[in-house]
């Protein structure tokens, strides 16, 4: 059956089972759409409710700790009428036509900071055609006007009758579902904003039950790790498994298809690992990178003292730097950023097992399922509707999960299709693996020259940009590439909400050393350091206050003027601004990216050489209406030490082509002790919500970094550490 007929049918069939389970939920494009779970022809399913009143949200984001399990059931809840406590919920399975990222397009996945930008109405009118055709049921059986009934915590009540919701399932599946039910008013909700409502997946967290890809243990699975070669762009050559062969549980060796690596076959993991470490393998380097952190450092620094390969602002060059050079002051900086990992806390894993009709399931913490289920269905030769992808929950990922080239999910494909396929296939990679040989976030530089008129008022920028394009040969490259220029390199450096007159952005492309990925934030981890910083170095210049100084360059009527301003005055509010302590001093940084705008006060204590310590970090930040302040404020903190830790001690370095970092003792993630307090607040909104997952991680850096520069010397090349700053 068509969507578009599927649509237009409200559950068909099965409405007098005595175990109809009501369905309902919202296309792609709006529109309503349901169905019963006994009705093949059912579509888009977000909402769930069985005969005994049992409600499940479907939701369509995979959980990798930033809350869209409580926040999308929070808002099928809420519209629906029952309490957080009455209401489960469960991953979607992979299927874009139901469950895409409206965002995103036809694809299916999380990311971007989009979970709740793009399903707040999706799931709202989902729990709102719930409501309403269960009390058009109870009307129905009653003979009482729905205008007289309510539902409240899971029960319908009025004119004197009272039942839970459960006894109308049967009868609403045979009900149509409006197409725009009534959503409730701001003023009535009681989930959306409550700071009392709990994250659903805490409690399966602590207590252990909550199934992580790694957790999987399938009858009879076989354990897969890979050797791979250590430099980008090696192949395997041969290899000797003699010495494998006397680890005990080893099965055996086999050159992967595409001659990525030798995959190696255990009874278990740690037989798996030391029969890698067992193996003699002899790689092809032949076309393998050989550049060093030191080549790729002096090819981005050549570029931005260049002419760059993209005019971005379409501003004449020439005039805008004929401009600084007659202005009162001229401050000028040259920043690089250098190759990062993401390092998610649980390591890359995911399962492959045989079905008995021929197709394959997937088991993995699943960010962009759609990828993973084309790649599986070309490797497998087999229809779509054969492949199965099963989401569990991922310890972290940061982007690390969604890879253009769906690089492990295929690794455990290719292993799997080299055996009988009778036993499934777990692939494990080490936290070795991930730092050594997995995806980075692209190392750049940038070259700034601002000029400032007699007041102190910024009259020129000229801003030069170089780097790898992430997208780029990918199929993300018609998403992110427009006129040859990669957004993901330069977004938060133009447009700038910033009035700036006279400004210049270029930037030049610079071939990866590396495989590159998006990062938390992605290009704003890099473009807010240098803007925040930079206006930090123009309003010293100027002799002006830095927060005032921002301020002035926000005084436009543009809605991002006016939130970053509004964000910008809570922050130096809270943080009490201008009165640091004694031997204190304080950073500030603001910046907008996923379509939210956060405003940072680093306060520190102590100074470069005998240790700096992050004493507090004073957040507010203006998400929208924010459906749930606790996730926002746990992601604001987390954003917040993971862009601190980076820039403090964090990076990827390359010796002749091969990384040399290998775990967290060389790559030391955030201690609970690098910095003091974080305090989050929370600007009240009545416009949609926007993302939380990654705008806390931008304006960190350049806080801390404002802060020190207070202080003492600017940092302007990453890590803090390795710049001379030593920290407490």
């Known amino acids: 059956m068509s969507v578009l007929t599927s649509r237009r049918g409200f559950l068909k069939g099965a409405a007098a089972s005595t175990a109809a389970v009501l369905v309902i939920g919202v296309a792609p494009s709006g529109a309503m759409a349901a169905g019963s779970a006994a ?54 399975p992979s299927n874009p036509k139901l469950y895409n990222n409206t965002a995103f397009g036809p694809i299916q996945g ?232 993401h390092a998610p806390m649980e390591p890359l894993t995911c399962t492959i097992e045989a079905t008995e009709d021929g197709g394959v399931i997937l088991h993995d913490g699943a960010q962009m399922p759609t990828s993973p289920h084309a790649a599986l269905a070309q490797i497998f030769q087999l229809p779509m509707e054969k492949v199965q992808i099963k989401t569990m929950f991922a310890g972290g990922s940061f982007g690390r999960r969604a890879t253009p080239t769906v690089d492990y999910q295929v690794e455990a494909a290719l292993a799997f299709v080299m055996t009988d396929r009778t036993r499934p296939v777990k692939l494990v990679w080490s936290r070795e693996d991930d730092i050594t040989g997995g995806y980075y976030r692209p190392a750049f530089a940038h070259k700034v020259r601002v000029g400032l008129d007699a007041d102190g008022n910024i009259v020129g920028w000229d801003h030069r940009v170089a780097g790898q394009s992430i997208s780029k040969g990918t199929p993300f490259e018609a998403f992110s590439v427009h006129d040859g220029v990669d957004h993901l390199s330069v977004e938060g450096v133009t447009p700038t909400p910033y009035s700036i007159p006279g400004m210049f952005a270029g930037l030049t492309d610079i071939k990866p050393a590396t495989t590159v990925l998006w990062w938390r934030s992605v290009g704003h981890t890099h473009t807010a350091y240098v803007m925040e910083s930079m206006m930090d170095a123009a309003a010293v210049a100027a002799g002006r206050d830095p927060v005032e100084f921002r301020l002035a360059h926000l005084a436009g009527d543009t809605a991002d003027q006016k939130r970053l301003t ?6 130096a509010e809270k943080a009490g601004w201008g009165n640091a302590g004694n031997g204190r001093a304080q950073g500030v940084a603001v910046h907008k990216s996923f379509g939210s705008y956060v405003a940072e006060v680093v306060e520190i204590s102590g100074d470069t050489e005998n240790g700096v310590k992050i004493e507090k970090v004073t957040c507010a930040v203006d998400c929208g209406i924010p459906v749930n302040p606790d996730v926002i404020k746990a992601q ?38 690098d910095i003091g307090e974080i305090e989050t607040h929370i600007v009240l909104s009545t416009e949609a919500p926007t993302g939380v997952g990654e705008p806390g991680t931008p304006p960190s850096a350049p806080a801390l970094a404002n802060a020190i520069a207070a202080k003492g010397p600017r940092v302007t090349e990453l890590p803090m550490n390795k710049a001379g700053v030593t920290f407490a």
């Open 110 to 341: 999380t990311g971007g900071s989009t979970a709740m930008f793009n399903s707040f109405q999706q799931y709202r009118k989902a729990g709102a055609a719930a409501r309403e055709v269960l009390l058009q049921a109870a009307s129905h059986a009653w003979d009482v006007p729905v205008a007289q009934l309510k539902l409240e915590d899971g029960v319908i009540s009025g004119a004197g009758n009272k039942a839970p919701i459960g006894e109308f399932v049967a009868a609403a599946s045979t009900l149509t579902a409006p197409e725009e039910p009534r959503l409730k008013d701001p003023s009535e909700f009681k989930l959306i904003g409550n700071a009392s409502v709990r994250r659903k997946d805490t409690p399966p967290k602590i207590n252990g039950t909550a199934m992580y890809a790694m957790d999987m243990q399938l009858d009879n699975q076989m354990v897969v790790v890979i050797k791979r070669p250590t430099r980008r762009g090696g192949t395997v050559a041969s290899f000797d498994d003699s010495a494998a062969n006397n680890v005990k549980g080893f099965i055996r060796a086999a050159t992967l298809p595409n001659k990525a690596g030798v995959a190696v076959y255990a009874e278990n993991t740690w037989a798996a690992l030391q029969a890698r470490e067992a193996l003699d393998v002899t790689f092809d380097n032949a076309a393998a990178e050989r550049r060093s952190s030191e080549d790729v450092y002096k090819e981005l620094m050549a570029a931005v003292n260049t002419v760059p390969e993209y005019n971005l602002t379409k501003n004449d060059q020439a005039e805008i730097a004929s401009a600084i050079d007659k202005a009162d002051k001229v401050v000028e900086e040259t920043f690089y950023f250098p190759l990062l990992a």
């Open 566 to 571: 509004g964000v910008l005055k809570l922050a």
């Open 39 to 92: 009705d093949t022809t059912m579509l888009n399913p977000f909402v769930k409710i069985a005969a005994d009143g049992t409600v499940t949200a479907i939701v369509k984001h995979f959980e990798k700790g930033q809350g869209p399990a409580t926040g999308l059931t929070t808002l099928i809840a809420e519209e629906l009428g029952v309490s957080m406590d009455a209401i489960e919920y469960e991953f979607a």
């Open 636 to 673: 604001m903190e987390g954003g917040i030490g993971y862009g601190l830790g980076h820039a403090m001690r964090d990076e990827i370095t390359l010796e002749d082509g091969e990384v040399i970092q290998q775990n967290f003792p060389d790559y030391e993630p955030l201690r609970i002790g």
